[in-house]
C-alpha cells in the first residue's frame, strides 16, 4: 500500500454521513512524521513507492536520478539523457538525409531561359511583343509628341503657304499663265512639280525613250537567228552530256553484266523456349531490322514490325508466346560475285 504523508490526515465522511463522524487514517496506512527540515535548502522529495524524505539540494541536484526520484527537469542534458526513438541532431545526420536532395538540383547561377522551361510566365521575343503591339498601336491611340507630329493636308498646306509666297514666286521669274508655266518646267534650276514633266517636254538623255523601232531593230536579228522550240527534235538537236537513249547502250551497260553475276544465299537459324513472360531475346547475330529476318512460332510465321521488331542483336516480340513455345528465328545472307 502506498503510504500517505501523514498520519493526522482525516478521511472526509461521504454526504450522507454528519459532519461530526470522521474515520482517521490508521497507523499502519500513514508515513511517519518527517518533522521539519535539518536546515535551508533541504527540499522534499519523493520516490516511486512512495515514500518521501529531506534531501539536500546542494549535494544532490547534480544528480539527474536519485533513488529513482527525478528531481528537476533543469538537471538533464543531451549529455546524461540517453538517446531513444528521438534523436539528437548532428551535422553528419542531417548532411548524409540533406546531400541526396541537394545533388539532384541545380544551382541558380546554372539556370538560364535555354534550361529552364517556360510556365505561364513566357520568356521575351520580339515576335511575341509585335503581335501585341502591331495590332493595337496606331494613330489613333499613341499621343502625338511636340517633335513627331501626324502628317495631316491641313498641316501640310499650312507649311507650304508659309513658304510660298508672292515675293517667292516673282523672285523665280515664272509667268501667271499656266500654259507658259508648263512649257518651262525647269526655271532658274528649280523642279516646281514633277506632275508639269512628260516624254513630250523631257529632253531625251542617256536612258532613251521606248520605240517599236528601237525594239524591234535590236530583237529581230536576235530572233532570226534561233529556232522555234517547235522545230527541235533529238535529229537537230546536238547530244551534250545527257545521251539520248538506245538499245545498244543499254545492253551494253546492263545485258552484259547479267551472266557474269552469281549470287549466294545462306540460311541459318536460332532457336529460343518462350517461358511465358519474356519477349525480349539477344540474336547471335546483327540485323539491321525485323525486315532481315523470319520470326516462327510453334509454326507460325510472325508479321515484321506488326508482331516483332529487330536492331542489331536485339530481338523484341510485341506480344507474349504461350510458355513453351518454341520460337524460331531465321537468318539470310546473300553474296553476289562476278
Given at each position: 500500500?502506498?503510504?500517505?504523508?501523514?498520519?493526522?490526515?482525516?478521511?472526509?465522511?461521504?454526504?450522507?454521513?454528519?459532519?461530526?463522524?470522521?474515520?482517521?487514517?490508521?497507523?499502519?496506512?500513514?508515513?511517519?512524521?518527517?518533522?521539519l527540515p535539518a536546515a535551508n535548502g533541504y527540499v522534499l522529495s519523493g520516490n516511486v513507492d512512495g515514500t518521501r524524505r529531506w534531501i539536500l539540494l546542494s549535494t544532490e541536484a547534480t544528480?539527474?536520478?536519485?533513488?529513482?526520484?527525478?528531481?528537476?527537469?533543469?538537471?538533464?542534458?543531451?549529455?546524461?539523457?540517453?538517446?531513444?526513438?528521438?534523436?539528437?541532431?548532428?551535422?553528419?545526420?542531417?548532411?548524409?538525409?540533406?546531400?541526396?536532395?541537394?545533388?539532384?538540383?541545380?544551382?541558380?547561377?546554372?539556370?538560364?531561359?535555354?534550361?529552364?522551361?517556360?510556365?505561364?510566365?513566357?520568356?521575351?521575343?520580339?515576335?511575341?511583343?509585335?503581335?501585341?503591339?502591331?495590332?493595337?498601336?496606331?494613330?489613333?491611340?499613341?499621343?502625338?509628341?511636340?517633335?513627331?507630329?501626324?502628317?495631316?493636308?491641313?498641316?501640310?498646306?499650312?507649311?507650304?503657304?508659309?513658304?510660298?509666297?508672292?515675293?517667292?514666286?516673282?523672285?523665280?521669274?515664272?509667268?501667271?499663265?499656266?500654259?507658259?508655266?508648263?512649257?518651262?518646267?525647269?526655271?532658274?534650276?528649280?523642279?516646281?512639280?514633277?506632275?508639269?514633266?512628260?516624254?513630250?517636254?523631257?529632253?531625251?538623255?542617256?536612258?532613251?525613250?521606248?520605240?517599236?523601232?528601237?525594239?524591234?531593230?535590236?530583237?529581230?536579228?536576235?530572233?532570226?537567228?534561233?529556232?522555234?522550240?517547235?522545230?527541235?527534235?533529238?535529229?537537230?538537236?546536238?547530244?551534250?552530256?545527257?545521251?539520248?537513249?538506245?538499245?545498244?547502250?543499254?545492253?551494253?551497260?546492263?545485258?552484259?553484266?547479267?551472266?557474269?553475276?552469281?549470287?549466294?544465299?545462306?540460311?541459318?537459324?536460332?532457336?529460343?523456349?518462350?517461358?511465358?513472360?519474356?519477349?525480349?531475346?539477344?540474336?547471335?547475330?546483327?540485323?539491321?531490322?525485323?525486315?532481315?529476318?523470319?520470326?516462327?512460332?510453334?509454326?507460325?510465321?510472325?508479321?515484321?514490325?506488326?508482331?516483332?521488331?529487330?536492331?542489331?542483336?536485339?530481338?523484341?516480340?510485341?506480344?507474349?508466346?504461350?510458355?513453351?513455345?518454341?520460337?524460331?528465328?531465321?537468318?539470310?545472307?546473300?553474296?553476289?560475285?562476278?
Amino acid at each position: 500500500m502506498t503510504k500517505l504523508i501523514s498520519g493526522r490526515v482525516k478521511k472526509i465522511p461521504s454526504a450522507n454521513v454528519g459532519a461530526s463522524r470522521y474515520d482517521f487514517l490508521k497507523l499502519s496506512e500513514a508515513e511517519p512524521d518527517l518533522g521539519l527540515p535539518a536546515a535551508n535548502g533541504y527540499v522534499l522529495s519523493g520516490n516511486v513507492d512512495g515514500t518521501r524524505r529531506w534531501i539536500l539540494l546542494s549535494t544532490e541536484a547534480t544528480l539527474a536520478n536519485v533513488a529513482n526520484t527525478v528531481l528537476s527537469i533543469n538537471n538533464f542534458t543531451t549529455a546524461n539523457l540517453a538517446e531513444d526513438v528521438n534523436l539528437y541532431y548532428t551535422n553528419a545526420r542531417v548532411y548524409a538525409n540533406v546531400i541526396g536532395l541537394l545533388n539532384g538540383k541545380a544551382n541558380v547561377v546554372d539556370l538560364t531561359t535555354a534550361n529552364v522551361a517556360e510556365l505561364t510566365n513566357l520568356y521575351y521575343t520580339n515576335a511575341r511583343v509585335d503581335a501585341y503591339i502591331s495590332p493595337t498601336l496606331t494613330t489613333a491611340n499613341v499621343v502625338e509628341s511636340t517633335s513627331n507630329l501626324y502628317y495631316t493636308v491641313t498641316r501640310a498646306n499650312a507649311a507650304i503657304d508659309d513658304r510660298v509666297t508672292k515675293s517667292f514666286i516673282d523672285n523665280l521669274g515664272v509667268s501667271s499663265s499656266s500654259a507658259v508655266f508648263a512649257e518651262n518646267a525647269n526655271v532658274a534650276n528649280t523642279v516646281l512639280s514633277i506632275s508639269n514633266f512628260t516624254t513630250s517636254n523631257l529632253i531625251e538623255g542617256a536612258n532613251l525613250y521606248y520605240t517599236n523601232a528601237r525594239v524591234y531593230s535590236n530583237v529581230i536579228s536576235l530572233l532570226n537567228a534561233k529556232a522555234d522550240v517547235t522545230d527541235l527534235t533529238t535529229s537537230n538537236v546536238v547530244e551534250g552530256n545527257n545521251l539520248y537513249y538506245t538499245n545498244t547502250r543499254v545492253h551494253a551497260n546492263v545485258v552484259a553484266l547479267l551472266p557474269s553475276v552469281n549470287v549466294s544465299i545462306v540460311s541459318s537459324y536460332q532457336q529460343f523456349v518462350s517461358d511465358g513472360a519474356t519477349t525480349v531475346y539477344t540474336l547471335s547475330t546483327s540485323v539491321p531490322n525485323e525486315s532481315s529476318i523470319f520470326v516462327i512460332i510453334d509454326g507460325l510465321t510472325q508479321i515484321p514490325s506488326l508482331d516483332y521488331t529487330a536492331s542489331g542483336t536485339t530481338l523484341s516480340l510485341l506480344t507474349v508466346p504461350a510458355n513453351q513455345s518454341n520460337v524460331v528465328v531465321r537468318y539470310f545472307s546473300a553474296t553476289l560475285s562476278q
